[in-house]
Nanobody, 128 residues
Framework: EVQLVESGGGLVQTGGSLRLSCVVS????????IGWFRQAPGKEREGVSC????????YYADSVKGRFTIASDNAKNTVYLTLNSLKPEDTAVYYC?????????????????????WGQGTQVTVSS
């Protein structure tokens, strides 16, 4: 059974930081790209960041470049997303997802149909 389990969300003030974790099981972690999406109420799901375990490449949406950092720990089958300098517009449910043998660097735009497996999400709320 494939499982992606997110944790680390919470309530934080503007300018604060959080670290989200996505623990992956049931798939060959080393050949999957693990990405983070977010969805705010009334808005479409947005691809935020992705790490390709197959080639080590990364992707960041323009809206988070310079503020968010993605990292992968192969020994723990876990991908982390560190959120710094948080803004109220970062408030959303954050989901992690897995895409088979996708290069983040070659992705162009990070879109949901590329991803095969999804977690249940973790809420991030940034107060002003």
């Amino acid at each position: 059974e494939v499982q992606l389990v997110e944790s680390g969300g919470g309530l934080v003030q503007t300018g604060g930081s959080l670290r989200l974790s996505c623990v992956v099981s049931g798939i060959a972690f080393g050949v999957y790209a693990i990405g983070w999406f977010r969805q705010a109420p009334g808005k479409e799901r947005e691809g935020v960041s992705c790490f390709s375990n197959s080639d080590g490449s990364t992707y960041y949406a323009d809206s988070v470049k310079g503020r968010f950092t993605i990292a992968s720990d192969n020994a723990k089958n876990t991908v982390y997303l560190t959120l710094n300098s948080l803004k109220p517009e970062d408030t959303a449910v954050y989901y992690c997802a897995a895409a088979y043998f996708v290069s983040a660097q070659a992705m162009g735009i990070m879109v949901a149909p590329l991803f095969d497996y999804w977690g249940q999400g973790t809420q991030v709320t940034v107060s002003s």
